[in-house]
């Protein structure tokens, strides 16, 4: 599976998770974990247990009401927490084709759900991001906020309600760059005269929109628990 695929099927998703660590003569050793987000490629499991990059693990939870899924896998990254937990990233060995494309299904049809909760969920950004209109002025802006659906943006420049602009923000701290058209709507000049605008994403694909919106859960979740 290419790295583009492994990253669009990943949703943040809460299930019973089965999790042994392997040693080197393939017995097991039961751990409790819970799922923090899921994909075709592997899952991020929350534990106590104590890992390291390169453990063999064997995981085990329900695709589907007729699928249970025993896969082995390597921990790939491994991230301390508080309270003495560890969040590890964790690489799916290659999947049955069938195994796969049911993965696959369930994985959509939750990233669907999460989809409709949380369509007008915005992150908190501050991101630079250069702008061009139909007549190829380009401009500087700073992104305010941002969803799937529309960003928030400031700039010097007066934009018009209705006007069509191509966007493009660098993928740096946020975890994903946007290169799309947006459409430009509701529009005021604040007190320094700098234009505040609400842009509507017209072209963002769907990669884009996934991490977008599994980013703004994360926020929305931190915000909730007060992180």
Same mark, same amino acid.
């Given at each position: 599976? %290419?790295?583009?695929?492994?990253?669009?099927?990943?949703?943040? #998703?809460?299930?019973?998770?089965?999790?042994?660590?392997?040693?080197? @003569?393939?017995?097991?050793? +039961?751990?409790? #974990?819970?799922?923090?987000?899921?994909?075709?490629?592997?899952?991020?499991?929350?534990?106590?247990?104590?890992?390291?990059?390169?453990?063999?693990?064997?995981?085990?939870?329900?695709? %589907?009401?007729?699928?249970?899924?025993?896969? &082995?896998?390597?921990?790939?990254?491994?991230?301390?927490?508080?309270?003495?937990?560890? /969040?590890?990233?964790?690489?799916? %060995?290659?999947?049955?084709?069938?195994?796969?494309?049911? *993965?696959?299904?369930?994985?959509?049809?939750?990233?669907?759900?999460?989809?409709?909760? =949380?369509?007008?969920?915005? $992150?908190?950004?501050?991101?630079? $991001?250069?702008?061009?209109?139909? *007549?190829?002025?380009?401009?500087?802006?700073?992104?305010?906020?941002?969803?799937?659906?529309?960003?928030? !943006?400031?700039?010097?420049?007066? +934009?018009?309600?209705?006007?069509?602009?191509?966007?493009?923000?660098?993928?740096?701290?946020?975890?994903?760059?946007?290169?799309?058209?947006? !459409? #430009?709507?509701?529009? =005021? #000049? &604040?007190?320094?005269?700098?234009?505040?605008?609400?842009?509507?994403? %017209? @072209?963002?694909?769907?990669?884009?929109?996934?991490?977008?919106?599994?980013?703004?859960?994360?926020?929305? /979740?931190?915000? !909730?628990?007060? &992180?």
């Amino acid at each position: 599976m %290419d790295a583009e695929r492994r990253e669009f099927f990943r949703v943040m #998703v809460r299930l019973p998770v089965s999790c042994a660590a392997l040693d080197e @003569n393939g017995r097991t050793s +039961l751990m409790v #974990v819970r799922s923090v987000d899921l994909s075709a490629g592997g899952v991020k499991v929350v534990t106590e247990h104590r890992l390291v990059p390169g453990n063999r693990v064997r995981v085990v939870f329900r695709v %589907d009401d007729e699928t249970t899924a025993r896969l &082995d896998a390597t921990v790939l990254r491994v991230e301390p927490l508080e309270g003495q937990l560890f /969040r590890y990233a964790i690489d799916f %060995d290659p999947l049955d084709r069938s195994v796969e494309q049911r *993965l696959m299904r369930a994985v959509y049809a939750v990233e669907q759900l999460n989809a409709g909760r =949380h369509k007008h969920v915005r $992150m908190t950004v501050w991101q630079a $991001m250069r702008c061009r209109t139909q *007549l190829g002025e380009t401009f500087g802006a700073h992104a305010l906020q941002i969803s799937a659906d529309d960003a928030q !943006i400031i700039t010097r420049r007066l +934009l018009r309600e209705g006007e069509r602009v191509n966007v493009t923000m660098e993928d740096g701290e946020l975890g994903f760059g946007v290169d799309a058209d947006a !459409i #430009v709507g509701s529009v =005021h #000049v &604040d007190a320094r005269g700098s234009c505040v605008a609400t842009i509507a994403w %017209d @072209n963002l694909d769907r990669i884009t929109r996934a991490a977008i919106l599994r980013r703004s859960m994360e926020q929305e /979740r931190r915000d !909730i628990a007060g &992180d």
